[in-house]
C-alpha cells in the first residue's frame, strides 16, 4: 500500500530496512519513509493524504552527510551572543534546553553543551 502511494503521489519514498540499518538507522525497523525534497511528514490521520504545508521548515529526506545536516539556531536568556558551534548531535537539545530551565534529565542519551551556555549548570561561570 505504501508502495503504491508512494509511486502515485510522487512525494516520499520507502525506504528498505537494510538501507535504514546500513544510514544508522534503528536495526529492529522493518521499514522506513522519506519525503521528497519540499514534503514533510505531518501528523494529521485523517484525509486528504496531502495538504499545502503551514510549517516554513521541517526534516524530511534521510540525511547523507555534513553537507545536508540540519541547522540549528538558539537565542534568548542564558546563552553566550555570537557563539558558532560547528556540529552538534540533536540528542544533545534537550538535554541543553533542560539545563537552562534548571532542570535535569538524568537519563538523556545527549550531553549538555555547557559552552552555550552563560553559566554551567551548577552556577558557576
Request: hydrophobic share 45%; charged share 20%; proline share 8%.
Amino acid at each position: 500500500v505504501l508502495d503504491a502511494e508512494a509511486l502515485r503521489t510522487g512525494v516520499f519514498r520507502v525506504v528498505s530496512a537494510v538501507e535504514l540499518e546500513a544510514r544508522g538507522g534503528d536495526p529492529e525497523a522493518w521499514f522506513g519513509l522519506e519525503a521528497e525534497p519540499g514534503y514533510h511528514f505531518g501528523n494529521a490521520l485523517q484525509a486528504p493524504s496531502l495538504r499545502p504545508a503551514t510549517a516554513r521548515g521541517a526534516a524530511g529526506p534521510l540525511l547523507t552527510g555534513p553537507a545536508e545536516s540540519v541547522g540549528t539556531v538558539a537565542w534568548g536568556g542564558g546563552l553566550r551572543r555570537g557563539l558558532r558551534i560547528p556540529q552538534m548531535d540533536q540528542v544533545d537539545v534537550a538535554p541543553t534546553a533542560a539545563a537552562l530551565l534548571g532542570l535535569r534529565l538524568p537519563d538523556a542519551e545527549g550531553r549538555i553543551l555547557i559552552g552555550m551556555l552563560r553559566e554551567a549548570p551548577d552556577g558557576s561561570r
